[in-house]
Each structure stands twice: as structure tokens, then as C-alpha cells.
């Protein structure tokens, strides 16, 4: 009797460590699906949403040389400073060689005007802001050609939203030096056409829609302002 009650004692102890056992493993199972799901979560997100990562914009080569140029200017080493406006020449003149569009005779005229600036740098005779007030047409007007290029990317491509923040982040640099009201009409532009892209990200589906279509309005109000101001 006394083995028997030792007997059923263990098989429900058994029991017990049995039962315990398998809650613990429907918990890990549980935890680790969770665990995966915000995984497979925030993969799609960052896929999706992966631009607003980005810690910092990426310059275009001309406007790296063109910058570089404007320090060596205030620093009177106007040899380094030709240097570096060759340089930006020669990479404006790739960032714009796709451009078929209705400016590109003004583009030339720009990159030529750039060349007589280099000769004047080359004799100690161009400031930084001569530099500044000649290279930015022909940065507008890439831009310019940057927003065409978004209106052919397929709007279900994520790089199409990386383009296009892109291409704001240069306007609003390329802007920053500009007079008041074309300075103020850039940044009501820009901040609108930023609100738009959100909306297409982050809306319903028929909401993420419209904000595409308005999208499309908003970029053309962009090129708009840029011929207005070059």
C-alpha cells in the first residue's frame, strides 16, 4: 500500500513537471514568435520607410567641388579654387548630360559662364560670392532634371521616395543663400511636398493615392519655381 501511494505520488509529480515543461515551451514558442513578427515587422518598415534613416544627405559631386572652391576663395588660395571649379565643371556637366529638356540650352550657357569664372579665378580675381551666384543656376537646373527623372520612376519602388528626398534636401541647400521671397516660396514648397510624401507612406490606401496624385501636382509647382528663379 505504502509503495502504491509512493507510486501515484511520482506519475503526479511526473505529471506536473510534464505539464510544467510544456507551458514553459508554449511560452518560449510564443515569445519567440512575438520575437519574430517584430522582426518581420520592422524589416518591412525599414524597407518601406528606410529614407527616413538616413542621417545625412548625400552632396552631388559638382556641388562637394563648388563648395570646396567657395572655402578656398575666402581663403585667397585662388589656384586650389580653379582646381576645384574644374572639377565641379566637369561633374555638373555628367549630372546634366541626361537632360533633353526644355532648359538645356540655359544649362550650356550656365556651364559656360562657370568656365569664365574659372579664368578669373585662375588670375586672383573671382570672391566666394561671384562663385556662389554663378554655379547656382546650373544646380537649380540639375535639380530640375532630378525631379523629372522621380516622375519616371514607378511609384512602387521604394528608391522612388529616396529620390525624391534626395532631390528636396539639394533644394533646400541650394536655396538657403537665395533672397528672402525666393528663399520663403522654396521652403513652403519643399515642406509641402515633404508632407505629401508622408502621406503616401504612411496613408490608406485610398489616401496614399491621392497624396501620389497630389504628389505629382506638387513636383510640377517644384519645376515650376525653379525656371522662375534661375
Known amino acids: 500500500m505504502k509503495t502504491g501511494i509512493i507510486f501515484s505520488t511520482t506519475l503526479a509529480a511526473l505529471g506536473i513537471g510534464i505539464l510544467q515543461t510544456g507551458c514553459e515551451s508554449k511560452k518560449k514558442a510564443e515569445a519567440q514568435y512575438h520575437a519574430d513578427s517584430l522582426q518581420s515587422d520592422k524589416i518591412a ?3 518601406v520607410y ?43 556637366r555628367k549630372e546634366g548630360a541626361q537632360d533633353k529638356g526644355a532648359l538645356k540650352a540655359e544649362f550650356t550657357q550656365s556651364v559656360n559662364h562657370l568656365q569664365q569664372l574659372q579664368k578669373q579665378a585662375e588670375k586672383g580675381k573671382l570672391t566666394s560670392a561671384d562663385l556662389k551666384k554663378g554655379f547656382w543656376p546650373a544646380e537649380m537646373m540639375v535639380t530640375h532634371y532630378k525631379i523629372e527623372e522621380w516622375e519616371n520612376i514607378p511609384e512602387f519602388e521604394v528608391k522612388s521616395n529616396d529620390h525624391l528626398r534626395a532631390v528636396l534636401d539639394g533644394l533646400e541647400r541650394k536655396t538657403a543663400d537665395t533672397e528672402a521671397s ?23 490606401d485610398a489616401d496614399a493615392k491621392k497624396a501620389q496624385a497630389d504628389l505629382k501636382q506638387q513636383t510640377a509647382k517644384l519645376k515650376a519655381y525653379i525656371r522662375k528663379n534661375i
Not at 525666393?182 to 490608406?204: F, M, N
Open 50 to 92: 528606410k529614407s527616413e534613416e538616413i542621417a545625412e544627405p548625400v552632396l552631388a559631386a559638382s556641388e562637394k567641388h563648388f563648395n570646396t572652391a567657395v572655402k578656398y576663395l575666402d581663403e585667397k588660395d585662388y589656384p586650389k579654387a580653379s582646381a576645384e571649379i574644374s572639377e565641379g565643371i566637369s561633374a555638373i
Open 182 to 204: 525666393a528663399k520663403q516660396e522654396g521652403k513652403r514648397l519643399i515642406d509641402e511636398t515633404r508632407t505629401l510624401l508622408k502621406k503616401t507612406e504612411r496613408g490608406a
Open 45 to 47: 518598415y525599414d524597407t
